[in-house]
Every structure is written in C-alpha cells, then in structure tokens.
C-alpha cells in the first residue's frame, strides 16, 4: 500500500521566482491538504483539495496556489518567492468520508536565497 | 482562536525511562491526532484518539475530550524515540484541517 509520495525532496530557489511541488495521495484517498512548517515550529495550513477544488484555505495570501488533477494528485504553487517561504512543504491525504485521520508525506524541504 | 498547547516544550531522558506529554486544547475536539516527527522531517502517525485510551506496543494515549486534554505516555524509552512529538486537533468544519501544538521536543540518551 504506497503512502503519501512527494516531490521533490529538497530545492533551492532565488527570490522573485515561482516554484512548485508535487504531492500523490495515499492508495484509496481523495482529499489533499498542503502544510507549511517553519524551523521549529508545528505545520501550518496552507489549503486542501477535494473534487479538484479549493474547499478551505488558511491564512496564506494568493501567491499561494494550488490545483488537484482527477487522479487526486495535488501540485502546490508559489509565486514571488520570499525568504521567508522557506520551509518543509507537508502534503497530506485523506478519506473524510469515513474517518478525519490524515497521513502525512516525507516533505519537501524548500530554501529561498 | 483555537489553540493546541503542549507540555514541556523540551525533555530528557535516559534510555529505558518513562514519560507523559500533554497536550492541551481550547475547544471541543472531533478529531486529535499524535504524530512522531523524525530528524528527515517525515511525521509518523501515532494515533487517531478523539476520545479514549488506546495502546500501541511501549506507546499509549488517552484523550479526556470533556476536559480538552490529551497524553501521550513512552514507557522503557529508546534512543530511537528521540524527535519533536506534535499532537494535532480537527475541530469540525469543512475540512478536516488540523491545528497543531507546538510540539515536544524529545531526546533520548543511551
């Protein structure tokens, strides 16, 4: 049973430039939530996808953006990247259908210059 | 807002030692989870324990939903369970977004 996959691992990115990161869902789930951890800090909600749409988001402004494809994979977006995005990049996947339980993904640690 | 407090910030232990870490949250929770963040970054479920005490091998939780506390307990600690310790609260909505504490920051000596 593959678990949450993202990618990639790490990357390094110059202010003012647009990155995205990739995240598949755990086999069997439809929802994709999208964390932010700064150093030393718990994760903070970013977004999640469900049916391919934003259903909530946190307190992140527009530059920020995401998208979910059919298959439930979800791409996370950043425009005009700040020094202060740099962070692990957390995707999570879940079935709320049936239980709120969430299964988290290996990150992607992200480094803005 | 809604917040998710834990206790204590940091710990100590020798190998072999036991202990509790708290995690206290301000309102009705539908959902709490324990997670185990490793030195890579990946959090491991711990457990999914709105209410009740469940068991899982040296690790147990009990969740007090009507008291907005719950603990997680490490017994014979190994250095293997050194990491940050999150507990994470869903309080309904339309997501099943989680509002995380702080964490424990946990070493384990040998």
């Known amino acids: 049973d593959a678990g949450v996959t993202q990618s990639p691992t790490h990357l390094i990115k110059t202010r003012g430039q647009q990155v995205t990161l990739r995240c598949s869902p755990k086999?069997?789930?439809?929802?994709v939530s999208w964390y932010q951890q700064a150093l030393g800090q718990g994760p903070q909600f970013i977004f999640q996808?469900?049916?391919?749409?934003?259903?909530q988001r946190g307190n992140f402004p527009d530059r920020f953006s995401g998208h979910q494809f059919p298959n439930y994979s979800s791409e996370l977006n950043v425009n005009a990247l700040l020094l202060g995005d740099s962070a692990l990049y957390l995707c999570?996947?879940?079935?709320?259908?049936?239980?709120?339980?969430?299964?988290f993904g290996p990150g992607t640690r992200l480094t803005v210059t | 807002g809604i917040q998710v407090e834990q206790s204590p910030p940091d710990l100590i232990l020798q190998e072999g030692a036991n202990s509790t870490l708290r995690c206290n949250f301000s309102?009705?929770?539908?959902?709490l989870q324990w997670f185990h963040q490793n030195p890579w970054g990946q959090l491991i479920n711990l457990f999914y324990i709105p209410s009740g005490t469940k068991q899982n091998g040296r690790l147990s939780a009990t969740t007090v939903a009507t008291e907005r506390y719950s603990l997680l307990y490490i017994s014979s600690s190994q250095t293997t369970d050194s990491g940050v310790y999150f507990c994470?609260?869903?309080?309904?909505?339309?997501?099943?977004?989680?509002?995380f504490g702080t964490g424990t920051l946990l070493a384990v000596q040998p």
């Open positions: 996808y469900y049916e391919e749409e934003e259903r």
């Open positions: 086999s069997g789930h439809d929802t």
């Open positions: 999570a996947s879940s079935f709320p259908e049936t239980t709120y339980e969430q299964y």
């Open positions: 994470a609260a869903y309080y309904g909505g339309a997501t099943n977004k989680l509002i």
């Open positions: 309102d009705s929770v539908n959902n």
